[in-house]
């Protein structure tokens, strides 16, 4: 039988533990992918490239396109993203850009402007490592309707903070014609999730996400370049339940004891 008094701790931590979580979804609810597969880009979201032309976003869609929503003045998480996923193209082997696929970095602050594309652009194509045709990697910049049209479409839910935006970090594949066929979450990527992200745009097929799911249970091990299992990771989890599982058992069973007595 639990003591009272530890029974009140006990109640107590949990009660902290549910308000501090409840305060974090309170204030980050509206940060997050609400994953829309097989719907489409809206027709109507116009943006400029980094060289001033207006384009509209569907129409550009005119090939397998890989779409990295970021904002140009982010220090952190963004850079991570575009560095990620021009590493990732620089290890590319049977999928050419223009003939295959292109990339598009769409900012999602409406005070980005096509100059500071222009020079962004610069460094990530120099990312790469090897040769890659310009007009295949756009950098977008839109007002806010145009950036509220897109991202809602995709279920891209993002905030403007103190120190920028807190956003969530994803790429975003679409099928010819704007469909939306898959995410890739992270900041590192396998060239042979890309290939087949491509591919499976190219036959406008749509792909549940599951890798949220194996990034959590999975480590990416780059010596042997397989994925292997996180035993530790999982095992605190299982063990962290067990134990809360296990609290609220002799919370329940000692209510039940008392109230025959």
């Given at each position: 039988?639990?003591?009272?008094?530890?029974?009140?701790?006990?109640?107590?931590?949990?009660?902290?533990?549910?308000?501090?979580?409840?305060?974090?979804?309170?204030?980050?609810?509206?940060?997050?992918?609400?994953?829309?597969?097989?719907?489409?880009?809206?027709?109507d979201a116009l943006f400029f490239d980094e060289n001033g032309r207006k384009i509209n976003l569907r129409d550009a869609?005119?090939?397998?396109?890989?779409?990295?929503?970021?904002?140009?003045?982010?220090?952190?998480?963004?850079?991570?993203?575009?560095?990620?996923?021009?590493?990732?193209?620089?290890?590319?082997?049977?999928?050419?850009?223009?003939?295959?696929?292109?990339?598009?970095?769409?900012?999602?602050?409406?005070?980005?402007?096509?100059?500071?594309?222009?020079?962004?652009?610069?460094?990530?194509?120099?990312?790469?490592?090897?040769?890659?045709?310009?007009?295949?990697?756009?950098?977008?910049?839109?007002?806010?309707?145009?950036?509220?049209?897109?991202?809602?479409?995709?279920?891209?839910r993002f905030q403007r903070d103190e120190h920028g935006f807190s956003h969530p970090v994803t790429l975003i594949v679409l099928a010819p014609g704007g469909k939306i066929v898959r995410y890739l979450y992270g900041t590192t990527?396998?060239?042979?999730?890309?290939?087949?992200?491509?591919?499976?745009?190219?036959?406008?097929?749509?792909?549940?996400?599951?890798?949220?799911?194996?990034?959590?249970?999975?480590?990416?091990?780059?010596?042997?370049?397989?994925?292997?299992?996180?035993?530790?990771?999982?095992?605190?989890?299982?063990?962290?339940?067990?134990?809360?599982?296990?609290?609220?058992?002799?919370?329940?069973?000692?209510?039940?004891?008392?109230?025959?007595?």
């Amino acid at each position: 039988m639990i003591k009272p008094g530890y029974g009140i701790f006990i109640i107590t931590l949990l009660f902290s533990v549910n308000t501090a979580s409840a305060e974090v979804r309170t204030h980050r609810a509206d940060i997050a992918v609400n994953e829309q597969l097989g719907r489409q880009i809206p027709a109507d979201a116009l943006f400029f490239d980094e060289n001033g032309r207006k384009i509209n976003l569907r129409d550009a869609i005119d090939k397998p396109s890989i779409i990295a929503p970021v904002y140009l003045g982010c220090m952190h998480v963004c850079p991570m993203l575009l560095t990620g996923l021009a590493d990732a193209l620089g290890k590319l082997e049977t999928v050419e850009p223009g003939k295959d696929f292109q990339v598009i970095a769409l900012s999602f602050d409406e005070m980005d402007t096509p100059t500071v594309a222009r020079d962004k652009k610069k460094n990530y194509l120099k990312a790469i490592g090897k040769p890659f045709p310009e007009e295949e990697w756009k950098f977008l910049t839109g007002d806010a309707e145009a950036i509220k049209r897109f991202t809602e479409s995709v279920g891209y839910r993002f905030q403007r903070d103190e120190h920028g935006f807190s956003h969530p970090v994803t790429l975003i594949v679409l099928a010819p014609g704007g469909k939306i066929v898959r995410y890739l979450y992270g900041t590192t990527f396998l060239p042979f999730d890309v290939t087949m992200a491509i591919t499976e745009a190219q036959e406008g097929k749509v792909v549940s996400t599951t890798r949220k799911v194996l990034r959590y249970c999975f480590s990416y091990d780059p010596l042997e370049q397989t994925y292997v299992f996180n035993i530790l990771k999982v095992l605190g989890t299982v063990i962290i339940v067990f134990v809360g599982a296990f609290f609220l058992y002799l919370m329940i069973s000692t209510r039940k004891k008392r109230g025959e007595t």
